[in-house]
């Protein structure tokens, strides 16, 4: 259990209704900790309430029922300048970047400063500082229009910087990205996690985003907490059917078996070295053919990260060598269980 001054973000039985025809409960009973330091993922389908949620963590969204607290300090509570150190707190990136056309890329930058109050003497100078951290020195003079997608990012990460903030809140950060200036966002983040020991709560609906950043993670589904965990355990074996969604490749909902009378697993590569050509060992060296259905398998380092359906042979003892040449290969099994989409 994480001692109470680890303890960044606590929510506690949190519900938020949107009172109208139809009312609408965007949040229903939420209680989850975030840890100082963490990588937190907030994830979830459109609409399940993952962004309402996050904006209840700089109370930019009252709570209608529950208590969010911040540092051990009741939010509801806060007022004036208490509230404002507090929202300064939380830096924020969005899917859309927010920045100013009109302003370049240090103004654009000066603007959190200023609404934050820090003396003008010192913009130039962290300014400076911020744009050498996400790389774009050379950036400085240059307006938005004048970015890639990724490079204004990168301003609005300064940005969110600048006012050394506790916490980085980062909603759907990169999903207007390709996926190669989307993992390099990622490795910006996960640096700036680890050498300025900023925590970072990412809300998307990608779980390779949180496989590829996050330590634990929350699902929301229909604005209630479906799961909650470390993101290995979560992708090893989810027991939530929202979680099964997102981890589970596209058009697996096979059931037991896969139309043909074999049993199919779902394979999960995590730690396997990616050479290792582990399909067709089995192959030449077991004399067992397995029929691939589905793959979502990745190299990060030369470590295997990923998983795989396979339709394992029909005669019962080859299907067992092959069960035991995964586990002794370090890569975890799992019969395909059918659920309700």
């Known amino acids: 259990m994480a001692n109470r001054d680890d303890i ?30 963490d990588i937190y993922g907030i994830i979830g389908m459109s609409g399940a309430g993952k962004s309402t949620l996050v904006r209840t963590l700089n109370r930019l969204e009252e709570v209608t029922e529950g208590k969010v607290f911040f ?18 707190s939380a830096g924020m990136i ?17 603007v959190a400063l200023k609404i934050a109050g820090v ?18 020195e050379e950036k400085r003079n240059a307006y938005p229009s004048q970015l890639s997608g990724g490079q204004k990012q990168r301003v609005a990460i300064a940005r969110a910087l600048s006012t050394d903030p506790k916490v980085i809140l980062c909603d759907e950060a990169t999903s207007a990205l390709d996926p190669k200036i989307t993992s390099e966002i990622l490795d910006l983040l996960k640096k700036i996690n680890r050498e300025l020991n900023v925590t970072i709560i ?16 929350a699902v929301v589904d229909g604005g209630k907490l479906a799961e909650e965990g470390a993101v290995k355990e979560i992708f090893v074996n989810p027991k939530s059917d929202a979680a099964r969604r997102l981890v ?12 043909q009378g074999r049993k199919c697993v779902r394979l999960v590569f995590n730690g396997v070295e990616a050479k290792e050509p582990i399909i067709a060992k089995l192959a030449s060296s077991k004399g067992i053919e397995v029929s691939i259905l589905s793959a979502n398998t990745k190299s990060v380092g030369g470590i295997g990260f990923g998983q795989m359906i396979i339709a394992l042979p029909e005669d019962e003892e080859k299907s067992r060598i092959a069960t035991e040449y995964f586990k002794e290969l370090g890569v975890y099994g799992e019969e395909v269980e059918a659920w309700q989409d």
Not at 119 to 136: A, D, S
Not at 248 to 259: C, K
Request: with cysteine; glycine share 10%; net charge neutral.
């Open 202 to 217: 990412m809300i998307t609906h990608e779980m390779s985003v949180v496989e590829a950043i996050c330590d634990r993670v």
């Open 94 to 110: 969005f899917q859309g970047f927010n920045l100013l056309n009109q302003k370049t890329v240090e103004k654009n930058i000066a």
């Open 71 to 88: 540092e051990g300090a009741d939010l509801s509570e806060l007022k004036g300048k208490e509230l404002r150190k507090a929202r300064q």
């Open 8 to 37: 960044i973000y606590k929510l506690d039985h949190v519900t938020k209704v949107y009172e109208g025809i139809p009312r609408v409960v965007a949040l229903d009973d939420i209680s989850l900790t975030i840890n100082r330091g």
């Open 119 to 136: 003396p003008k003497e010192k913009h130039e100078e962290i300014i400076g500082r911020m744009l050498k951290i996400v790389g774009l």
């Open 248 to 259: 589970y490749p596209e058009h697996t909902g096979l059931g037991l078996f896969d139309g």
